[in-house]
């Protein structure tokens, strides 16, 4: 089955504080893509990055960084420093290899208060 | 460069009736997708077109729901005898070249049916 699972409906945490947000994935395929995008209250889903089963290196973009584990088939996202302009919707995705389409976990919802 | 656009972006119907939605893609992006998100939920996976062909269409795209996406520029999809159980946001999303590349979303409809 190819399947992704956010447990994390819901997340609230105070401004500059640390948040990660946890995905793992289900896949039987050895070539497959991650990836995760942040859907704000405007609804219109925006790239965050994207991840090859090749690849598992950190990466780290600014506040941003993501950690990839296939021994535990995990693709977590960091926030540092959070920020009241990082509540949204967060949502993690999986192609496996020869499919034509992602598919979503159900979503982190990330509320960042000042 | 303008992005993916949808219309309408909301469409309110009552039982039964017809509705046409439509998407017009990144200019040369050869892959549109269609996916439907509901409260609560991750995109989920309805069809998608590779130029004017549609390649591949979910369980969930009863005979009902068609797509099409004449000379392989903007697409529309189309609900007959729509039912209670179809509202929900309808994306659009576009790539260039292959399905492991990021895809681009447009703003959705978001569909009410009464």
């Known amino acids: 089955a190819q399947k992704v699972t956010q447990a994390q409906t819901e997340i609230s945490v105070v401004e500059k504080e640390d948040v990660t947000l946890d995905c793992v994935y289900e896949?039987?395929?050895?070539?497959?893509?991650l990836f995760w995008y942040k859907q704000p209250p405007s609804g219109e889903l925006v790239f965050l990055i994207r991840?090859?089963?090749?690849?598992?290196q950190n990466e780290i973009s600014g506040r941003y960084s993501w950690n990839f584990q296939k021994s535990t088939s995990s693709f977590n996202f960091t926030i540092t420093a959070s920020q009241v302009v990082d509540s949204a919707v967060y949502f993690c995705?999986?192609?496996?290899?020869?499919?034509?389409?992602?598919?979503f976990g159900a979503g982190t919802r990330l509320a960042v208060h000042p | 460069d303008t992005g993916v656009s949808q219309n309408p972006r909301h469409k309110i119907t009552k039982r039964g009736q017809n509705v046409t939605f439509r998407c017009d893609p990144i200019?040369?992006?050869?892959?549109l997708y269609w996916y439907r998100q509901t409260l609560g939920q991750g995109p989920e996976f309805l069809t998608y077109?590779?130029?004017?062909?549609?390649?591949?269409k979910s369980r969930l795209l009863s005979d009902r729901f068609s797509a099409e996406r004449p000379k392989g520029s903007f697409s529309t999809l189309e609900i007959q005898r729509t039912e209670q159980g179809d509202s929900a946001m309808y994306l659009c999303?576009?790539?260039?070249?292959?399905?492991?590349?990021?895809?681009?979303f447009g703003p959705g409809t978001r569909l009410t049916v009464l």
């Open positions: 991840r090859n089963s090749f690849d598992e």
């Open positions: 999303a576009s790539t260039p070249g292959q399905s492991y590349n990021e895809q681009f």
């Open positions: 896949t039987r395929d050895t070539t497959y893509y």
């Open positions: 200019s040369e992006h050869n892959r």
């Open positions: 077109f590779q130029n004017e062909a549609q390649l591949e």
């Open positions: 995705a999986l192609t496996p290899g020869g499919y034509n389409k992602l598919i």
